[in-house]
């Protein structure tokens, strides 16, 4: 697949294009593209998958969660149409989207990622699909249904009417070093936030009630109530446990002010 992700680019989004590309980091008083983008991500809890039948596309809806590396995870049946093109081609787009802002649905940021698709058998990430997921503990493990991972190979983000931006895969998915060091720190964090600080979740939230925590990430965290999760992302990418710390006692303040 190409980088510039001209296969799926009109000429009027070519036009639209931003003609930069930010690295993560680089400073900006608005927020970096890439940042926009992995948000989105991290949110979706639901999206549109585009396949191929023999050329002919196809769209369909799932319920994609974000992996800690960045991939997305769908829970499918292998009935489904969407999957038997999978399986024939795995090739795939993604999109998910947030809010519009106002009237125009052209408003609405969204974020399109291309990949391949690919069953994976691994209990871990089902988990995480899970706990964004809950009610789909209901027919997860029906014999039809099976987990595939998407990694991104390139993007583009739709930041509103007029604001498109290429994305590459490495803008896409976080420092393999703080994947892995949050990971190893994960249940630790969720174990200690849920045990100790309940009232802080729930002023995190905006709402009373019995919020837990259920995953943590370089990017956010998402709490869930019940069978409803909700994503909150940090100020920005952290990298060791102890800017979780940092960031949950910052926003805790700013919930409580």
């Not at 596309?57 to 969660?65: G, K």
């Not at 802002?101 to 940021?109: M, R, S």
């Not at 905006?206 to 965290?221: H, K, S, T, Y």
């Not at 909150?232 to 102890?242: D, F, G, R």
Request: charged fraction near 20%.
């Amino acid at each position: 697949m190409a980088d510039d992700y001209g296969g799926l680019r009109n000429k009027g989004e070519q036009i639209m294009a931003s003609s930069s590309e930010p690295k993560p980091g680089a400073g900006d008083a608005a927020d970096p593209p890439w940042w926009e983008a992995r948000r989105l991500l991290r949110a979706a809890r639901v999206g549109t998958i585009a396949t191929s039948a023999k050329g002919q596309p196809f769209a369909s809806l799932i319920t994609p969660a974000c992996m800690a590396d960045g991939a997305l995870l769908i829970l499918v049946s292998r009935l489904s149409e969407h999957t038997r093109h999978l399986m024939a081609d795995p090739r795939c787009s993604i999109m998910v989207t947030g809010q519009a802002n106002g009237p125009n649905p052209q408003t609405t940021p969204r974020v399109t990622i291309t990949g391949e698709a690919a069953v994976v058998e691994d209990p871990a990430l089902k988990a995480r699909f899970l706990a964004v997921h809950p009610y789909a503990a209901l027919y997860a493990d029906f014999g039809d249904f099976s987990t595939w991972r998407i990694a991104p190979a390139a993007g583009l983000l739709v930041g509103g009417f007029g604001r498109a931006h290429r994305l590459k895969a490495s803008e896409l998915t976080p420092a393999p070093e703080a994947v892995a060091a949050i990971a190893a720190a994960e249940a630790g964090i969720i174990a200690h936030c849920n045990q100790d600080h309940a009232e802080a979740l729930a002023a995190i939230a905006g709402e009373p009630g019995d919020w837990r925590m259920v995953i943590a990430d370089v990017d956010g965290f998402d709490l869930a109530l019940g069978e409803r999760t909700v994503r909150h992302n940090w100020s920005s990418p952290v990298a060791e446990p102890s800017d979780v710390r940092r960031e949950l006692v910052r926003m805790t303040r700013e919930a409580r002010a």
